[in-house]
């Protein structure tokens, strides 16, 4: 379905087609008309499936068609993301739409890990506000932003949000917020948590749960090899030469192994950049522009920063250590086979991690042979 049949008006469209955004995928044909009419939601849908602009469509409109002023410092839509990362990508996407519009809505994402000063002198005017939920707390009591006229509060990624242990911060959150708002909630999946916060604090919401499975990895070519842990390092950098690979995430278990990994690939004439919580917002931000530019030929990551990263033609996911949850390594496998591009995902298995790998298929439904690792 085009954007124009679900109710976005002239000025967005006309920036959506200049960003290349036609057709609305499954959750922003669901979401959007629903926003529209100012129903609460509940939208699950895979990672990948579009849901950063099935909210922040509206939210621009909501700006654009908005004929009640707020008051200094105060923001009308609040968007909640896990990590600086997602944070940062949720504002470059309504950076991007925004710019071209007649009508300048200004946006701003807030995340700590820098210094806070610029991000307070900055709030005046902004209408669009993206933030993680410890910075902001922050600026709500230094006074530098309020609370009290959100009309549209978005939760993204709610799931993680809470699973990596923000309720704490949440209830904060929704204490200070009107009582009379709009709430948008989105999840990859629907879990007890997400439940009960729909209980609290969403008001009769339309659910949508767009039916694509969390394991269809059709695009995706699945490789796996069986490699000892130490040999694990000279394979990967073989991968990476033998089959010319000239942009690819590489996936490990701790912040230790980005750095050491990382360490391994340029001692080797092998490009490589480890983005971990230990580097500046700054230098991160650089790394992840550079590699989604295809200037970076290897990132090294987490799990946790790899949600930040959102490229619609990855060709290369390796996984240097599997992950703990077969959930993770359907979010990590898909970073690449994105919008209607191929990929290929590439697992590199220790003899310990083998009957590991076995409960990851059996979950996916998917069975993917076990090659021997030749030197």
Known sequence: MLFQDLGVINQLLSSLKSSNYQNATPIQEQAIPFIFAKKDILGIAK??????????????QNS??????IENRAVRSLILVPTRELAVQVGDVIS?????????????????????????????????????PGRLL????????????????????ADKMLNLGFKKEMDAIFRLL????????????????????KTI??????????????????????????????????????????????????????????????????????????????????ARNKALKNFKEGKLRVL???DLLGRGIDIDFLPFVINYELPR????????IGRTGRAENPGTAISLISPEEEHHFKVIQKKMKTKVDLLPAEF
């Open 96 to 132: 991007q739409l925004s710019t071209p519009l007649d009508k300048r809505i200004k946006s701003m994402s807030v995340f700590g890990g820098v210094s806070i000063n610029p991000q307070m002198q900055k709030l005046n005017g902004i209408e669009i506000l993206v933030a993680t």
């Open 201 to 282: 604090h969403l008001d009769k919401p339309e659910i949508i749960k767009v039916s694509e499975e969390d394991n269809d990895v059709s695009l995706i070519t699945q490789l796996a090899y069986m490699v000892s842990s130490e040999q694990k390092g000279p394979f990967l950098r073989k991968l990476i030469i033998d089959k010319e690979m000239k942009q690819v995430l590489v996936f490990v278990s701790s912040t230790y192994n980005t750095k050491h990994v990382t360490a391994k690939l340029m001692q080797n004439g092998i490009e490589a950049v480890a983005i971990s919580s230990k580097k500046t917002q700054g």
């Open 178 to 197: 009107p009582s009379k708002r709009q709430n948008l909630l989105f999840s990859a999946t629907l879990s007890e948590q997400i439940e009960a916060l």
């Open 325 to 332: 949850s077969p959930k993770d390594y359907i979010h990590r």
């Open 47 to 60: 990672t990948g499936s579009g849901k950063t602009l099935a909210y922040t469509v509206p939210a621009l």
């Open 64 to 69: 654009l068609v908005a004929k009640k002023t």
């Open 300 to 302: 090294v990551s987490t």
């Open 138 to 157: 922050e600026l709500v009591e230094n006074n530098a932003v309020k609370l009290s006229s959100i009309e549209m509060l978005i939760l993204d990624e």
